[in-house]
């Protein structure tokens, strides 16, 4: 059973900086495309970072610059670093890990969220 397990929310004023980490079990994150998604409050869930199995990244408009996704095969563990957080970046955050099997279905697992909040 494939677990992923997010920790490193909190509460961080403006201008600060957060670093999320999504830890993996059940599985080897290294075949999968894993991702950071977010929900704001009536909002729906939306893409922040990707990275691929070749550690090809990509970033939604409103975070590239400020956030960096990464990955530690050898750690099975899925990161990203936030800074110069602002007050829309408050979400819910979920970390994704997606692939395509061998049938051509897609596979795709959530976490269960961290909470990052950006106030003064």
């Known amino acids: 059973q494939v677990q992923l397990v997010e920790s490193g929310g909190g509460l961080v004023q403006p201008g600060g900086s957060l670093r999320l980490s999504c830890a993996a079990s059940?599985?080897?994150?290294?075949?999968?495309?894993m991702g950071w998604y977010r929900q704001a409050p009536g909002k729906q869930r939306e893409v922040v970072a990707t990275?691929?199995?070749?550690?090809?990244?990509d970033y939604s408009d409103s975070v590239k610059g400020r956030f960096t996704i990464s990955r530690d095969n050898a750690e099975n563990t899925v990161y990203l670093q936030m800074s110069s957080l602002i007050f829309d970046d408050t979400a819910v955050y979920y970390c994704?890990?997606?692939?395509?099997?061998?049938?051509?279905?897609?596979?795709?697992?959530w976490g269960q969220g961290t909470q990052v909040t950006v106030s003064s």
């Open positions: 994704n890990a997606r692939r395509r099997s061998v049938f051509g279905s897609i596979n795709s697992y």
């Open positions: 059940g599985t080897i994150i290294s075949i999968y495309t």
């Open positions: 990275i691929t199995t070749n550690d090809s990244t």
